[in-house]
């Protein structure tokens, strides 16, 4: 079956554009999840969505359309996401308390920081005032 040149021209404008449409769905898709649960650790934010509701859309679509093994895949994903931020959030915790536990033991060891090796405190630098006034008045009188 063939098609008149003038007719495929369409086709071929909106096939065009169908891809260049997949292509900005994919985009949008990925600026979704990498916004999603941003700051999780840090700074959460009630403004970013966690992602698992960011691709709930995904899966309702998925089922509505027979497409069980892609929402079956992204709850798997999701799943894993979620694990894997959790272990990082707990390691990090873990690494922080080793860390401290380090400074107290080295502290207890008598290993204290450079600036409380000083046995000798300096001494206290006493202005005149109108030593003082000259350093650090920046009011000129007449």
């Not at 292509?23 to 990498?34: H, K, N, S, T, V």
């Not at 959790?86 to 873990?94: D, I, L, N, P, T």
Request: some cysteine; proline content about 6%; charged content about 30%.
């Amino acid at each position: 079956m063939t098609t008149d040149p003038r007719v495929q021209k369409f086709y071929d404008e909106a096939n065009a554009a169908r891809k260049e449409l997949r292509r900005l769905a994919m985009d949008i898709a990925g600026w979704r999840i990498d916004h999603a649960d941003r700051g999780l650790i840090y700074l959460p934010s009630p403004a970013s969505p966690p992602l698992a509701v960011e691709v709930c859309p995904d899966v309702v679509w998925a089922l509505k359309n027979g497409r069980l093994d892609i929402a079956a895949r992204i709850i798997e994903m999701v799943d894993q996401y979620n694990n894997s931020m959790g272990s990082a959030e707990m390691m990090q915790a873990r690494v922080d308390h080793e860390t401290h536990m380090k400074a107290v033991r080295a502290r207890e060891e008598g290993d204290g920081p450079e600036y409380l090796e000083d046995e000798e405190d300096p001494g206290v630098i006493r202005f005149s005032p109108e030593e003082a006034k000259s350093a650090f008045s920046s009011l000129d009188e007449d």
